[in-house]
DNA sequence: ACCTGAACACCGTTCAAGT
DNA sequence: ACCTGAACACCGTTCAAGT
């Protein structure tokens, strides 16, 4: 915040106070929000906090670990508000809602947990989701299984919605238009042979993603109350 | 499969026969499933075809391009032989476990349809999806978001095993010792902030992949059949 | 039409050298 | 300890030139 004006002085600013693993997390989180992944180079992170490539490499073992750790930096806030003394029904719908918010708004996270499903940042989801099933009167076996699929549902969606940002951010559609693409093509399906495509073209230009994301949790919780 | 002996020739052996885009298509494949996404370079891909980079970028837009087409590739065998003709939920289980097979043997094409989930090569596997759940007396208006939901789910366990293997790629583990590590780190959770996961950690370390697939594919269609 | 391969514009990462 | 920035070893892609 203080040497701004020195812009096109002797080479580089040189900045005053000194770099920090928060700093550069925060930073890359900003570009990968504004840019999407692609945005996120090494050299774009140097010039933005007037620095050289081994002061980011000090206090990051390389690119993948300050993805990862961006990713649960965005993470850890959203799992704080869900607590148990709801209906477990409902707090389990607030608790993949939440998630599935987070990744909405920062496409990028989807992508990276997909591939990192393992990460710390998301044990307190697992534990969330561990803990409402037992609420729920799921024995004990098959609460880590039903736990697993539930958060391989949301992991799925996330990444599919990652890839539709991606997709749009490279062309300059909206949402909207994107959806109708994708609809058209299905339309153009041939109705004998694809008859169920087809039919659901409509619906897929229309859709809402999130009331969708919701229905399949629903299915699931139903289909997890048989497990009882 | 003419030029073999002339290796340290003049410059490079010059193939004999034209190539094709089935032809770049193959030998991508080949070099995805025997070194991962990694392998695929565009100058590792000019050695093996011995040809230049203007060859491949005749038949092929670019790299997402010839990726997307050996994905399809691969998938293109595996939706023929499921019919409806048994039981739906049968068939289904069939389907979808079609689906993860053919992903678990190649786990980049997981990776690729979790981008691409509108590619046309799985829109049969949509279609199967949509009929057996007509056949399951699942009403028209829910059909469209339960298909989705189904698939969101398939895809999702598809990008876990993707990076799953990628990881495993990356150091020299095999599957046991990988999910000895993680189930290890799961097992370090506080007990007391953390008790699922830490009670989960012992499944984690002895489950099986495909059969926890499939229960989720049953807690499914068990919340399907609430819909009728 | 089909192909060649040098050249271009990028990447992430390293490391001797500075303070 | 913390940082600089030239250099390195790669990428994917283009394009004038060849057949």
Redesign the pocket.
């Known amino acids: 915040m203080v040497n701004r004006t020195a812009k096109g002085s002797a080479?580089?600013p040189?900045?005053t106070?000194?770099?920090?693993r928060e700093l550069i997390i925060q930073a890359a989180i900003e570009m990968l929000d504004s840019g999407g992944e692609?945005a996120?180079?090494?050299?774009?992170?140097?010039v933005r906090?007037?620095?050289?490539?081994?002061?980011?490499?000090?206090?990051v073992?390389?690119?993948?670990?300050?993805l990862a750790r961006a990713a649960d930096e965005v993470i850890a806030g959203v799992m704080s508000g869900a607590v148990a003394d709801t209906d477990p029904r409902t707090a389990l719908r607030a608790l993949t809602l939440g998630l599935f918010d987070a990744i909405d708004a920062h496409p990028w996270v989807g992508a990276e947990f997909s591939r990192q499903p393992w990460r710390p940042a998301l044990l307190d989801f697992y534990e969330g989701v561990g803990r409402l099933l037992d609420a729920l009167g799921v024995p004990e076996k098959a609460r880590f299984d039903a736990a697993g699929a539930l958060v391989n549902y949301v992991l799925g969606v996330a990444a599919q919605n990652a890839s539709n940002a991606r997709l749009r951010a490279g062309s300059d559609m909206d949402r909207k238009t994107f959806l109708e693409n994708a609809a058209t093509r299905w339309a153009q399906a041939d109705p004998d042979r694809y008859p169920f495509v087809h039919a659901a073209a409509t619906q897929l230009g229309e859709h809402d993603d999130r009331e969708q994301f919701l229905v399949g949790v629903d299915i699931f919780l139903a289909g997890i109350s048989t497990l009882g």
């Open positions: 080479r580089s040189r900045r106070d000194s770099l920090s692609k996120l180079t090494l050299r774009a992170l140097t906090l007037s620095t050289g490539y081994g002061a980011i490499y000090h206090h073992k390389d690119k993948g670990d300050l």
